[in-house]
């Protein structure tokens, strides 16, 4: 027997790692890993990711009863997990699983791989979460890049030589698995100290409609069909990054380069493992921010007087997602209006996001603040006046979010444009000339 581990691939579909399980023609036993390591770490306690996650367990198992299969689920930390199994079924040659670049999965998987090793068994990981990984797209002397375009033109020039895979892993389930005649019941959420959310999940669904008029759509908050929503099934994988692209390469430039900026992301956690807490460019750690409580709590309930970044928070606070323009609104007001260290709101958008993703939310934070690999330089600040006026025109998006907009009851800016902007163009410049 060998075990197939899910963890951020909820799927039997076109699935890398099962798919190789499979072909190995031994039975293979599908497992997964409700890790306490992560979980005793969410703060709130009816998290709808982890409802998420429960749920398409439960789907899976179905899917599997069909072969007489039953997943195998394990609450606690997966050492613990790995060495019950090992202990209980000495049969088990070794385990399968798709490789995760985040800090904490790496050094997970050192440690599973170390235990099986030293049980005289194996684990072996698979590329699945991405198109390309760690240094498949580098520069001509191997170095990773550190800028996108030229990164999105290798990437593309190397996925017109290679095409895009597609793994049969659905159609071999009925011969590879494992019969499973006992019944293992799946922990539930109150087992877990969890409780169900009431936030809607958006649907694994998307037109070709919507991919094409990405481009002309996409940076408007109020415009329904702008952007897919498929960030939640991309993260924990319930849907194919492949077979998403199958679908978009055809239809729109634009929406392939933004899967393009997700591998780009991944690849940077991959070479920079530390970025999570440290500026990729260590002299923005030298920024003297601001530390306001106050402050920061206005930009977190959506009080700060700037209707776009206060429509976006109070939509993050609401429904568990943002629209990509207004983080980037939110994010450059955060670090540059108010001066507050981009960790901060990485750690918010952490707790808050359904889509999570710890590559993309670092990025996406360290370029808001200058910080990253090809970040948005630090005097580029966004005015979100300007902003609203452009993106929301008509002010359907603010108005959705800010009912009390336009009355009294609306706050007044927190913090002058002028002033912010000023200030943080003296704060910035003074700590990267610092030691020059």
Partial sequence: MVLFWFRRDLRLEDNAGLCRALQTGVPVQLVFVFDREILDKLENRSDARVQF???????????????????????????????????????????????????????????????????????????????????????????????????????RERLAQEGI????????????????????????????????????VPPRVWSDEVIRAYASRRNFPAEEQGTTRLGLHLRFGTLSIRKLLRHAADHSETFVSELIWRDFYQMLLYHFPDSPSKAVKPAYDRIEWETSEENFNSWCEGRTGYPMVDAGMRQLNATGFMHNRVRMVVASFLTKHLLIDWRWGEAYFAQKLLDYDQASNVGGWQWASGSGNDAAPYFR????????????????????WIPEFGTAKYPKPIVDHSFARQRCLERYKSALSAGY
């Fill in 53 to 155: 996650i429960h749920q398409e367990l439960h789907q899976i198992n179905m899917e599997l009863a069909a072969w007489g299969s039953k997943l195998w689920v394990h609450y606690g930390s997966p050492l613990e997990a790995h060495r019950q199994w090992l202990s209980e079924h000495p049969e088990i040659q070794g385990v399968f699983a798709n490789r995760d670049y985040e800090p904490y999965a790496r050094k997970r998987d050192e440690q599973i791989e170390q235990l099986y090793q030293s049980e005289g068994r194996w684990f072996k990981g698979t590329k699945d979460h991405v198109v390309f990984e760690k240094s498949e797209v580098a520069k001509g002397d191997g170095t990773a890049y550190s800028v996108f375009t030229p990164y999105s033109r290798r990437w």
């Fill in 165 to 200: 895979n597609h793994f049969n892993s659905l159609e071999l389930l009925s011969s590879g698995l494992r019969k499973e005649p006992s019944v293992k019941p799946i922990p539930s959420l109150e087992s877990m100290n969890f409780s169900p959310s009431d936030l809607p």
């Fill in 381 to 400: 600040i966004f005015n979100p006046q300007s902003q609203l006026e452009k993106f929301d025109p008509k002010m359907a998006y603010v108005k959705q």
